[in-house]
């Protein structure tokens, strides 16, 4: 009696392929879907056991579905003049009904009933052009970033030239205003030094007009400033504020 082909659709179908460097656990799928209207039983082998971590190694697959496993190539130091010798086998048998002893299923089963596919293992280097790939992938987030930044940037001197405006009408105010309260002092000063010299001379009980004038142009010139600081300092403040916060 000839032997069965294999019952299972297999995916890849003849190489395994680990893609390194090999310094760390590479990990490759295998595919098997069961096209059949019947359960099938499978089990992974290697020639390699001690290399590999097969997940899971083996199991039932019902009809119409699939499985995937995870095949795992533990580090090693790769020689790429060294050819691969490293096989698979994916053994399957149609399950029997309410099957539970797995082990005694295999154990007893007959060679005619087996039905296996083998696979290859290949190992591959990154290739010049995967590695320029990456190159460029790795510069090309840093230049993207550069034009979010540029882009965002370009933004600013729109806005600087806005305020830059703003403040010069600003500090021409302060400007004008500053010079008022100069002048203001200063007439302030010199009404003071005629205050003292009026408070020097002999007292009347009767004041000429001049005189009356004289002292409320005093008392008006000295509130004068104190009410131009006040204007100035909620001036500035509302500037500070606006600029700055």
């Known amino acids: 009696m000839s032997k069965l082909d294999q019952i299972l659709i297999l995916d ?13 656990v590479v990990t490759t799928n295998l595919k098997l879907r069961n096209p059949s209207d019947r359960r099938v039983c499978f089990k992974v082998k290697t ?20 499985v995937t496993i995870s095949v795992m190539l533990q580090p090693f130091d790769y020689d790429p003049n060294e050819k691969s010798k490293h096989k698979f086998m994916v053994q399957t048998i ?3 009904p309410n099957v539970t002893d797995m082990e005694s299923l295999w154990k007893d089963a007959k060679p005619d009933d087996l039905m296996d596919s083998k696979l290859r293992c290949v190992f591959e280097l990154p ?51 500053q010079a008022e309260m100069n002048k203001l002092s200063e007439e302030n000063r010199q009404l003071k030094e005629e205050g003292l010299r009026m408070r020097k001379m ?12 004289l002292l409320g142009r ?22 500070i504020g606006k600029f700055i916060l």
Do not use: Q, W
């Not at 890849?12 to 760390?24: A, N």
């Not at 390699?48 to 579905?65: E, H, K, L, Q």
């Not at 190159?135 to 806005?162: D, F, H, L, Y």
């Not at 009410?227 to 100035?232: E, N, Q, R």
């Open 127 to 177: 290739s010049e052009n995967d590695k320029v790939n990456d190159v460029e992938a790795t510069r090309a987030a840093p230049v993207m970033n550069s034009v979010k930044v540029e882009s965002s940037a370009a933004a600013v001197p729109v806005a600087a030239g806005a305020d830059d405006a703003e403040m010069k009408k600003v500090v021409e105010k302060c400007k004008r205003l």
């Open 202 to 213: 002999p007292r009347s009980d009767h004041m000429t007009p001049n005189s009356t004038s």
């Open 94 to 96: 149609f399950a029997p």
């Open 47 to 66: 020639t390699a056991p001690r290399r590999y971590c097969v997940r899971p190694n083996s199991g039932v697959i019902d009809p119409g579905s699939s």
């Open 12 to 24: 890849p179908p003849s190489d395994l392929r680990f893609k390194g460097p090999f310094t760390d």
């Open 218 to 239: 005093e008392a008006s010139a000295a509130s004068l400033p104190s009410l131009l600081v006040v204007i100035a300092a909620i001036f500035i403040g509302f500037f």
